[in-house]
Nanobody, 123 residues
Framework: QVQLVESGGGLVQAGGSLRLSCAAS????????MGWFRRAPEKDREFVAA????????YYADSVKGRFTISRDNAKNTVYLQMHSLKPEDTAVYYC????????????????WGQGTQVTVSS
C-alpha cells in the first residue's frame, strides 16, 4: 500500500508558476513509476506527466511540454511537478499517482492515487 498526499496548489495569475509536491508513504516509493494527472470541471481526467522509478525517463502531455517539469527525490519519497507559464486552461484538480509498472500515461495502470490539489489560473 502506498499513500500519496499532494500539496502546493493554489490560485495564480496567468503566466505564473507553482510547484506541486506529492509525498508518499507506505511501501517502497522508489520502486514505482510516478505520474501526475488532472481533471478540469466537466472534463475527463487528463495525463500530465510521468517519471520512471529511477528518474531516468520522463513523459509529458503535449499540452504541458516545455512548461511543466516532473522530478522526484526518492530519499524524500516525494515527486514534484514544477509548472511555469501557467494558462487558465491549466485550471484543474491535480492528482499524483503511483504505478508498479513501467512509465505510462494510462491512468488505469496506476494503482495508487492521492486526493488531489486544486490549481486555479486566473486570466
Amino acid at each position: 500500500q502506498v499513500q500519496l498526499v499532494e500539496s502546493g496548489g493554489g490560485l495564480v495569475q496567468a503566466g505564473g508558476s507553482l510547484r506541486l509536491s506529492c509525498a508518499a508513504s507506505g511501501r517502497t516509493f522508489s520502486g514505482y513509476s510516478m505520474g501526475w494527472f488532472r481533471r478540469a470541471p466537466e472534463k475527463d481526467r487528463e495525463f500530465v506527466a510521468a517519471m520512471s522509478w529511477s528518474g531516468g525517463r520522463t513523459y509529458y502531455a503535449d499540452s504541458v511540454k516545455g512548461r511543466f517539469t516532473i522530478s522526484r527525490d526518492n530519499a524524500k519519497n516525494t515527486v514534484y511537478l514544477q509548472m511555469h507559464s501557467l494558462k487558465p486552461e491549466d485550471t484543474a484538480v491535480y492528482y499524483c499517482a503511483a504505478s508498479p509498472d513501467l512509465i505510462t500515461n494510462t491512468g488505469d495502470e496506476y494503482t495508487y492515487w492521492g486526493q488531489g490539489t486544486q490549481v486555479t489560473v486566473s486570466s
